[in-house]
């Protein structure tokens, strides 16, 4: 199944964000062998960063780094969707600035909300950073069942046990881009939820 031709974005109503980055996974899968989804921030800048363009983007760089911090012998993309994880964002277009409006993050929840349904044997969510957390509390929220992460510190909340869609969501920080290699005391956070997700998975 080609993820692009079952989601997208009608209209482009956000005034926030760069609609020249959008971008959803172009890749062919079949989303039964699916176990993972790590959901992070918004689109990269520039498209030649995302985690499925050709070569070796930005964003594979630094999530394949913080998948051998955790452990896991990978050393591209396609290493870890070989493992079952899923990588998306939870924002199809670019930034425009350092955040991104609440307004925002809940119209693009809708893709999201979508892009999540087509895994039946998701088993946990990563959620990596702030956005992602907003936009699947959304997307929970819509459903009827209250938000998914309580409001806190990342630091605070994380470790401790949460359920969306009936399976286990994690959040921790973004892992996507240039901060990664910068923020050592968040990249050993990282390291321990992405291992105790992939634990979980088995």
């Given at each position: 199944?080609?993820?692009?031709?079952?989601?997208?974005?009608?209209?482009?109503?956000?005034?926030?964000?760069?609609?020249?980055?959008?971008v959803?996974?172009?890749?062919?899968?079949d989303?039964?062998?699916?176990?993972i989804v790590?959901?992070?921030?918004?689109?990269?800048?520039?498209?030649?960063?995302?985690?499925?363009?050709?070569?070796?983007?930005?964003f594979?760089?630094?999530?394949?780094?913080?998948?051998?911090?955790?452990?896991?012998?990978?050393?591209?993309?396609?290493?870890?969707?070989?493992?079952?994880?899923?990588?998306?964002?939870?924002?199809?277009?670019?930034?425009?600035?350092?955040?991104?409006?609440?307004?925002?993050?809940?119209?693009?929840?809708?893709i999201?909300?979508?892009?999540?349904?087509?895994f039946?044997?998701?088993?946990?969510?990563?959620?990596?950073?702030?956005?992602?957390?907003?936009?699947?509390?959304?997307?929970?929220?819509?459903?009827?069942?209250?938000?998914?992460?309580?409001?806190?510190?990342?630091?605070?909340?994380?470790?401790?046990?949460?359920?969306?869609?009936?399976?286990?969501?994690?959040?921790?920080?973004?892992?996507?881009?240039p901060?990664?290699?910068?923020?050592?005391?968040?990249?050993?956070?990282?390291a321990?939820?992405?291992?105790?997700?992939?634990?979980?998975?088995?």
């Open positions: 199944m080609r993820i692009d031709r079952q989601i997208g974005c009608q209209g482009f109503p956000c005034a926030d964000v760069r609609h020249e980055c959008y959803v996974p172009d890749i062919d899968l989303p039964r062998d699916i176990s790590l959901i992070s921030e918004a689109a990269p800048a520039d498209p030649a960063d995302y985690y499925y363009a050709p070569g070796d983007p930005l594979q760089q630094t999530t394949v780094q913080a998948f051998v911090d955790a452990g896991v012998d990978v050393s591209s993309v396609h290493d870890i969707l070989s493992r079952g994880v899923y990588l998306t964002t939870a924002v199809k277009c670019g930034k425009t600035g350092y955040g991104i409006k609440a307004g925002t993050i809940k119209e693009c929840s809708t999201l909300e979508r892009e999540l349904a087509l039946p044997e998701v088993r946990a969510f990563l959620l990596m950073g702030d956005v992602a957390i907003k936009a699947v509390n959304y997307i929970s929220e819509r459903a009827g069942q209250g938000r998914v992460i309580p409001a806190g510190s990342t630091y605070k909340i994380r470790g401790q046990e949460y359920h969306f869609l009936g399976r286990r969501a994690f959040p921790s920080y973004l892992q996507a881009g901060s990664f290699f910068i923020e050592k005391s968040k990249r050993k956070m990282i321990e939820d992405i291992a105790a997700v992939m634990h979980l998975a088995g």
